[in-house]
């Protein structure tokens, strides 16, 4: 006997067809809102729709009933106020200009949620700062971050992650609309200290690839991760970002989980790079976007306009921007930031 999902929620709809939007679209109508799964391709989207699954990102996770797959934007959109974004970082921007040309009284009620992480790398701004220029309208954003990967939560596995908005109301709706006993969704008003989280740590990520790459070892992992959170707290002090937002799921957490699992991306990407491959093999090789890549510039940027020194994202820039040798990449970090005396600078 077929038995029917208790909507729980109102109607949302997710942006983005990628691993992590179809994992948190999966998420959402488990726990019982009517969510509408959007994204560019129309070929693509159709596949989705044909079967119930997105065997291309997420294989093995098959679509709840209450998950409708649509390629056109305005039926997407229709009928709901609210949107969750999960698209790299270089789109984000395109999206939001997207949602700038529908009705300003649209626009005015919108309940706006991202899992997107990353600064935008040609202004340095984080996506709540695209948000507040291009919709100001929009009083209710969130962002959904913390230690996740795509594939377990589609499996329906254990997962913590942190809701973070400046309107606690906005931040808790979002939180329950994706709670279920497995999954467990923590708010926080510090948008700042976890977008930066969600920022960094794909950047490090990539220095903890290197590192295990060249065999140097589980000490130097630790350390690099350790020194890693120091500096990424550096530079999310610098922007306003709260201390104790680092110690938590979205920055020692997400740093922990991207540095030493190989299901991330941007650490298979340093460890591709030790192997002696270029960056543009290896991302072909893996075959998704690698956000840590981007965030190397975007972030050491960040960091040069700040004046905030953070040693390990200037040598991993070195490795992905400039060609450098990981080897000597990670030497000089080894010798010199993780040497003896290093521990309070």
Not at 23 to 30: E, V
Not at 104 to 121: D, P, S, V, Y
Request: aromatic residues 6%; glycine residues 10%.
């Amino acid at each position: 006997m077929m038995t029917t999902t208790l909507l729980a929620h109102p109607p949302i709809t997710v942006i983005g067809a990628g691993s992590w939007g179809t994992a948190l679209a999966i998420q959402l109508a488990r726990a019982g809102s009517e969510v509408t799964l959007w994204g560019r391709n129309p070929k693509f989207m159709q596949q989705l729709a044909h079967a119930r699954c997105n065997e291309r990102y997420l294989p093995g996770a098959q679509f709840p009933t209450n998950l409708t797959i649509e390629a056109n934007w305005d039926k997407a959109i229709r009928g709901t106020n609210r949107l969750l974004v999960s698209v790299p970082s270089h789109a984000f921007r395109a999206v939001l200009e997207d949602l700038k040309r529908e009705p300003e009284a649209w626009r005015a009620c919108l309940e706006l949620a991202w899992a997107t992480k990353g600064f935008e790398l040609s202004t340095g701004l984080l996506p709540h700062q695209l948000v507040m220029s291009l919709l100001p309208e929009c009083g209710n954003y969130a962002v959904v971050s913390g230690p996740t990967f795509a594939l377990e939560v589609g499996a329906g596995l254990p997962t913590a992650i942190t809701v973070a908005a400046a309107n606690d109301g906005w931040a808790t709706h979002m939180a329950n609309a994706l709670r279920t006993k497995t999954f467990i969704a923590y708010t926080s008003e510090d948008i700042v200290g976890v977008e930066i989280g969600g920022a960094v740590k794909n950047a490090l990520a990539i220095g903890a690839g290197l590192s295990d790459g060249l065999g140097f070892g589980a000490n130097a992992r630790i350390a690099l991760i350790n020194r890693g959170l120091r500096e990424l707290s550096r530079l999310g002090l610098a922007m306003g970002a709260r201390q104790e937002t680092f110690v938590g799921l979205a920055g020692m957490g997400d740093l922990v989980l991207t540095c030493t699992d190989n299901q991330s991306r941007n650490r298979r990407m340093g460890l591709a790079l030790a192997s002696g491959r270029s960056v543009e093999e290896a991302a072909e090789e893996i075959g998704q976007v690698v956000e840590g890549v981007g965030a190397a510039s975007a972030v050491y940027e960040q960091a040069q306009r700040l004046n905030v020194r953070m040693p390990i994202i200037e040598q991993i820039y070195r490795v992905v921007v400039e060609g450098v040798n990981p080897r000597d990449a990670v030497e000089v970090l080894l010798n010199r930031e993780l040497g003896a005396g290093a521990e309070h600078g």
